[in-house]
């Protein structure tokens, strides 16, 4: 079992910054794929980014450019950097750990979730 807890969301105005963190804690974390995951109201939850346990990283392409995941397995904690952000990036962002090496895209591939935390991105 992994359990993820999501922090850092709040209120910004457009072209403006945000630092997410997610602390895991349970088994090894450094050997779980992470990645960031939101859904806005009536939407389907969004692939946003991934980072493998080697640090490879994949990006959805509305957020190529503007974000940036990291992870720092010492301190069991992934990070999402959110610059220049939009009021399309409005959403609650979800923490997300699965076994294995390769970075999905499926939100279902995941298999430990955190409780989220929202994002209000103001124009």
């Known amino acids: 079992q992994v359990q993820l807890v999501e922090s850092g969301g709040g209120l910004v105005q457009a072209g403006g910054s945000l630092r997410l963190s997610c602390a895991a804690s349970g088994r090894p974390f450094s050997t779980y794929v992470m990645g960031w995951f939101r859904q806005a109201p009536g939407k389907e939850r969004e692939f946003v980014a991934g980072?493998?346990?080697?640090?490879?990283?994949y990006y959805g392409d509305s957020v190529k450019g503007r974000f940036t995941i990291s992870r720092d397995n010492a301190k069991n904690t992934v990070f999402l950097q959110m610059n220049s952000l939009k009021p399309e990036d409005t959403a609650v962002y979800y923490c997300?750990?699965?076994?294995?090496?390769?970075?999905?895209?499926?939100?279902?591939?995941?298999?430990?979730w955190g409780q989220g935390t929202q994002v209000t991105v103001s124009p």
């Open positions: 997300a750990a699965r076994s294995g090496t390769v970075i999905a895209a499926d939100p279902g591939a995941y298999a430990y």
């Open positions: 980072i493998s346990w080697s640090t490879s990283t």
